[in-house]
């Protein structure tokens, strides 16, 4: 049984940082390509970052520069650095194979950024 943990969000103010984790189990993250979501209110969920099993990362435009996906293949976890955050970040944020697999949706991690 697959499940994905995330966990680390919160409430920052603008121009702060956050770390996310998203904890595997059920699978080996290192074999298989992870993205990390997020959905606003009133918005469609879109992937943010993603890392291949070979390691290549993608960005979302308006997210480059700012937030770093990496991977820990002995803690068998993705994480997503998210840099210089903006009130536009807030969101639910969710980790998922990429392409996506619906029965993978956990619940997910809350972030606010503040202006």
């Known amino acids: 049984q697959v499940q994905l943990a995330e966990s680390g969000g919160g409430l920052v103010q603008s121009g702060g940082s956050l770390r996310l984790s998203c904890v595997a189990s059920?699978?080996?993250?290192?074999?298989?390509?992870v993205g990390w979501y997020r959905q606003a209110p009133g918005k469609q969920r879109e992937l943010v970052a993603s890392?291949?099993?070979?390691?290549?990362?993608k960005y979302a435009d308006s997210v480059k520069g700012r937030f770093t996906i990496s991977r820990d293949n002995v803690k068998n976890t993705v994480a997503l650095q998210m840099n210089s955050l903006k009130p536009e970040d807030t969101a639910v944020y969710y980790c998922?194979?990429?392409?996506?697999?619906?029965?993978?949706w956990g619940q997910g991690t809350q972030v606010t950024v503040s202006s």
């Open positions: 890392i291949s099993s070979g390691e290549e990362t």
């Open positions: 998922n194979l990429e392409p996506y697999y619906d029965t993978y």
């Open positions: 059920g699978i080996w993250v290192r074999l298989r390509g």
